[in-house]
């Protein structure tokens, strides 16, 4: 089931004043401050006359005021979500019990946070075990106000700078048409595409922020909706969260029993995750952090775990392994990581990369080491500065410019060009002060952009590879080498059958025009080679290639 909060309604009876909403009940009386669950299910809230006028004369509330017990085994997660209830009802801030452990099992019931919450030193055990809902958020970070459904906008351009709208505040818009398919996905996953979608942010005079530009034509539109953006920051803080994780089959049924931030300007800073128990088969989770429909989040100082890499069979019916992340990204703008790490080995092929995202604009990793940064359904501009990624490195396709500086990269490919999206990306790439550890320094092959492309499978959109490139102080740390290890490629084989000019694309690729190389160190003594298949880069312009 859903929460949906209502206005705050303030009934007077004869010794009690009674807070409506629509899973709950808040009641203020000379009763002891306590929560209990009623006989349909819903919560009823009770706080005495004497805690309300020490809560509110304190600024905040605990967990244990509502009776968290925090001693690891008793489920407090119906005094969690009571405590915030309270807290959004009163304006107060939330703070956790330094010394507690509160246990949170599979009950289908999410705390809700709309005001300032310090989880502190306090540890959260989430047990996956037996739930009700796999894809019910524990907490979810919600605005207090509503979206709003703008009228007379029947169709967008590429590029379009204003709405002709006259606002009360700056919007992130979201926007779709069902008729036109978009990233119709090629491989053992396999799928017929999804709808038409951008988001973007416009002031209140309707003008679109030219870093989150449209990027695709809207001859028609299906459905738009304008979300308020928050102008006051909300700071969520500490804590050390445990999952005890799921042992379902291995299937494609994701667990997203996490924190949601779906709030504009969100703070969240200082907080830990880990994972335990995870056996020899499991279902994959969504994010234990999912960031959607929101924009302007910063996550600082935090520590994350990859999950365990579990198989199944694809939709194309062979073996695929599955996605499973801590970290996701939804059709939101502005989202930025610093300073996080993970607890497990970034180079651990074990565990699944650990960041996903899709519809996303303006992401940044800021002195991260995680395993993985990737954009699944376009990325519009993304930078990466130093940081430390992993095995599975940078995988990517979108538009703008892709930045990748003062990081080192231990995988197979400084960046890959996602082919179950086409290998795609309108802009630019600029890679500089950055260090290249193929494979974690034991090289089979290294190539600097990789990707793969056949011509024969509709993606739903004109496939670009990056316009021009410019790499400049790479140190390549190619040293412990294979055999047969010939030295390290500008360029992938993309397609290993275009072997000369007359092979035939039905879906044209719009090759790079122009690379620009300066002071590419490379460790081993090789040089560096355009690519296995120079047939198909033979017009590229390549300025600084050594022969």
């Not at 009763?31 to 809230?45: M, R």
């Not at 959260?124 to 979206?147: C, Y």
Request: charged share 25%; hydrophobic share 35%; proline share 2%.
């Amino acid at each position: 089931m859903k929460t949906h909060f209502l206005s705050l309604l303030f009934l007077l009876l004869i010794s009690m004043k009674a807070y409506s909403q629509a899973e709950f009940t808040i009641s203020y009386s000379h009763a002891q401050t306590h929560v209990q669950v009623d006989e349909n299910g819903y919560l009823k809230i009770f706080v005495s006359d004497s805690d309300l006028e020490k809560f509110k004369n304190q600024g905040y509330v605990r967990y244990s005021d509502f009776g968290a017990v925090g001693d690891g085994k008793t489920d407090d997660q119906n005094s969690i979500v009571g405590t915030h209830a309270f807290a959004n009802g009163n304006s107060l801030n939330v703070k956790g019990d330094d010394e507690a452990t509160y246990y949170i099992g599979g009950n289908d019931r999410k705390a809700i946070i709309q005001t300032d919450t310090d989880f502190g030193k306090a540890s959260f055990i989430i047990d996956d075990r037996n739930v009700k809902n796999r894809t019910a958020p524990i907490f979810e970070v919600k605005s207090s106000l509503e979206p709003i459904k703008l009228e007379g906008i029947h169709s967008l351009k590429k590029g379009q700078n204003k709405l002709d709208l006259e606002l009360d505040q700056a919007y992130l818009v979201t926007v779709s048409d069902t008729t036109v398919r978009r990233y119709i996905r090629f491989g053992l996953n396999q799928n017929n595409g999804y709808p038409q979608t951008d988001n973007f942010r416009i002031d209140k005079n309707g003008k679109i922020d030219s870093k989150s530009p449209i990027i695709w034509d809207f001859d028609q539109i299906t459905e738009i909706t304008a979300l308020p953006i928050d102008k006051k920051n909300l700071k969520i803080s500490g804590g050390h969260f445990t999952t005890i994780a799921n042992q379902e089959e291995s299937k494609y049924n994701y667990y997203s029993r996490n924190l949601l931030i779906r709030r504009s300007n969100v703070i969240l800073d200082g907080i830990e995750h880990h994972v335990t128990e995870e056996g020899e088969h499991g279902a994959p989770y969504g994010g234990f952090i999912t960031i959607q429909d929101c924009a302007d989040v910063k996550v600082m100082n935090s520590i994350f775990t990859g999950h365990k890499t579990y198989s199944t069979i694809g939709r194309a019916g062979k073996p695929v392994s599955m996605g499973s992340y801590d970290l996701t990204v939804n059709r939101a703008l502005n989202v930025s990581f610093i300073n996080c790490s993970q607890t497990n080995d970034i180079n651990d092929r074990t565990y699944w990369g650990i960041f996903g995202s899709n519809y996303s604009k303006n992401l940044l990793y800021d002195n991260c080491k995680l395993s993985r940064f990737d954009a699944h359904m376009g990325v519009a501009n993304a930078t990466i500065r130093n940081s430390e990624l992993g095995h599975m490195g940078i995988n990517a396709i979108g538009t703008g410019t892709l930045l990748v500086e003062n990081s080192t990269i231990n995988s197979g490919r400084l960046i890959n060009l996602r082919s179950d999206y086409g290998s795609t990306w309108e802009g630019e790439f600029i890679i500089k002060d950055c260090v290249f550890k193929p494979t974690a320094g034991n090289v089979n092959q290294a190539d600097l952009i990789s990707g793969y492309y056949s011509g024969q499978h509709d993606f739903g959109y004109v496939c670009y590879m990056p316009e021009t490139i410019k790499i400049i102080n790479l140190t390549i740390e190619d040293s412990n080498h294979s055999p047969e290890y010939n030295g390290p490629m500008l360029f992938a084989n993309f397609n290993s059958d275009r072997k000369d000019e007359t092979y035939l694309e039905e879906f044209p690729y719009v090759i790079t025009k122009k690379v620009i190389l300066k002071n590419i160190k490379i460790k081993s003594g090789k040089q560096l080679g355009v690519s296995k298949n120079p047939v198909m880069f033979q017009k590229v312009e390549i300025e600084g290639l050594k022969k």
